[in-house]
């Protein structure tokens, strides 16, 4: 008996092929799209279903694993990742996530618990850019355990692995409680650049990072604030043994207990970083940039508003030089009469640099 072909026609009727039973001449292609047509229905649907079933739980145990999640209204009591997580082994490793740590969202709204949320994280042993990614929290309660794996605590995108850069996530926050710390990227072994933090209100009793890394460079980054109250410091980047370099600070409004650091490392340079205010409240120091070991070099604050109780320093070293960094003042804000204003400051002036082409505009 001779096979048909894939595209010959064959015959059925009284189906959606044929109308008031008259016989039509059909193809397997036609069928088998058909066939995939239906399956693709069913798997949304499936999806549809776990989205509503998580909408209405209590999530406890839970491991949702979906380029984007939504969750309105709901007790989060575990893990949630824009890239899924099969769970924490209680020794700072994961054992599951199933989808690349790019491109990947969670939106929390109305409530939240104790759990750990991300954006993404990368997957075990493998060397990935987490890029992309973010979270968004809305909460209206107190969140006392809100943290992203076991180093950071809330973030866009967390990258564990050597080579894994945080590229591009970010962690946005308009309203809750949050009582850890709040980062859009981190990276532990690679680079953290582009990412970015925006808060428009809310309580952080933690710090802020716009990207942070352990041991390469953290540039670009950006935090900007228009409202809300930052009881942590604030570090548009963050580097421990590299440099920061280029990331900024960007405030309208707010009350901040904690010092402010347009870019921050301990043993690179802190170079080209930036810190712009128009308004809010400030209790503790002002850094355009600040180093330990390395230099603070080209560094800028830039002051047009807001009420100042503490100093501001364009640039900061402990042990190497500050030098090129500018501190402009403009508008109509309000220093205390104990504020010291500096272009550049070393911890060893004897010996580091601190005079060359530091700079104080005021306009």
Wanted: charged share 20%.
């Amino acid at each position: 008996m001779k096979s048909q072909g894939l595209d010959e026609p064959i015959v059925k009727s009284e189906d959606k092929y044929g109308k008031g039973g008259a016989t039509q001449a059909i193809t397997k292609s036609e069928i088998k799209n058909d066939v995939n047509e239906k399956e693709k229905m069913v798997n949304k649907n499936r999806i549809k279903l776990l989205l509503i079933l998580c909408l209405s739980l209590n999530i406890s145990s839970y491991f949702l694993m979906a380029q984007d999640i939504v969750i309105r209204d709901t007790v989060v009591n575990h893990y949630v990742f824009g890239n899924g997580d099969a769970g924490d082994n209680g020794n700072g490793t994961f054992d599951t996530i199933v989808l690349a740590s790019q491109n990947n969202s969670v939106t929390i709204l109305g409530i939240a618990g104790v759990g750990i949320i991300a954006g993404a994280i990368d997957r075990p042993e493998i060397t990935e850019d987490v890029r992309s990614n973010s979270l968004v929290i809305d909460i209206s309660t107190s969140v006392t355990d809100l943290r992203c794996g076991t180093t950071a605590d809330v973030c866009g995108g967390i990258g564990r692995n050597s080579g894994s850069n945080a590229i591009e996530n970010i962690l946005r926050i308009n309203n809750g409680d949050i009582q850890r710390d709040a980062f859009g990227g981190i990276s532990l072994l690679g680079e953290a650049k582009n990412n970015k933090v925006i808060i428009s209100g809310g309580v952080l009793r933690g710090d802020i990072g716009g990207g942070a890394t352990q041991d390469s460079n953290a540039n670009e980054n950006k935090v900007i604030i228009s409202g809300g109250e930052i009881l942590g410091n604030i570090y548009g980047g963050m580097s421990g043994d590299g440099g920061a370099v280029g990331n900024t600070v960007e405030i309208s409004g707010g009350e901040f207990l904690g010092n402010i650091y347009g870019g921050i490392s301990r043993d690179g340079g802190a170079v080209g970083n930036t810190v712009e205010i128009s308004g809010g409240e400030f209790l503790d120091n002002i850094y355009g940039g600040r180093s330990r070991d390395g230099g603070a070099v080209g560094n800028t604050v830039e002051i047009s508003g807001g009420e100042f109780f503490a100093d501001v320093y364009g640039g900061k070293s402990r042990d190497g030089g500050a030098v090129g960094n500018t501190v402009e003042i403009s508008g109509d804000p309000k220093f205390s009469t104990n504020t010291f204003i500096y272009g550049g400051f070393t911890s060893t002036a004897s010996v580091a640099d601190v005079f060359t082409n530091n700079t104080l505009n005021i306009k």
